[in-house]
């Protein structure tokens, strides 16, 4: 019996248990070492859970190597998904792309948007956030609903960044190749910087949008019932 198991067995129960009540899955995933775990766990499931990932064109090229390295490791059933407003048509009046002076309608356009119609076409979302990542997911609960009454299910709420690690290093899985040069959190590469975890460990998403007010990108705050 690894360390893992109890935990990796109730999330394969959990999931098992909305199919047979007749409910659709997916998930979404952002391809970051944070991600390798319940993608490895999802990728060990059958049938296959479909995993989307939300493709901005703004993504590091090193996420998008990641995230082709972590598809043909673990044979996943990656769906991409884009916005539909074309880039062109996301900027300001002074031709300005739309992240440099409204970053909120950025994210909504090319994350929360685009993942609109899965959810209209599904029944539970499997979401990898953990509640030491921010005070925002420290709130969240291992199931809530979004706006539209999707069911969000949180299974890695309760682990830790250190849980992180020790299952990678158990299973001998990949991390994300800009880890070791200070990137602790990564996302779209205009709005992600490098990025000193605090002594007291708390919100590891410091380099996320540094300067601004903003922490999520809306798919954890606009798509989550109030």
Known sequence: MTSFETLVRDIRHDIADYRLRGLKVFATSSFQTNSVPLLHILSQMEPKVPIFFLNTG?????????????????????????????????????????????????????????????????????????????????????????????????????????????????????????EPEGYISIGCEP??????LPPDGADDRGGRWFGLQKSECGLHTELIKK
């Open 58 to 178: 703004y993504h590091f090229p090193e996420t998008l190597q990641f995230r082709d390295t972590l598809m043909e490791r673990l044979d996943l059933q990656l769906i991409t998904l884009q916005s539909p407003v074309p880039k062109a048509y996301q900027k300001g009046q002074g031709n300005q792309l739309l992240y440099t002076f409204d970053p909120e309608h950025c994210c909504h356009l090319n994350k929360v948007q685009p993942l609109e119609p899965i959810l209209a076409s599904h029944d539970v979302w499997i979401s990898g956030v953990r509640g030491d990542q921010s005070r925002v997911r420290a709130k969240m609960h291992k199931e809530e609903t979004t706006p539209d009454g999707v069911l969000r299910y949180h299974p890695m709420l309760g682990w830790t960044a250190k849980m992180v690690y020790d299952y990678i290093r158990e299973f001998d899985l990949p991390k994300h190749p800009l």
């Open 191 to 196: 709005c992600t910087r490098k990025f000193t």
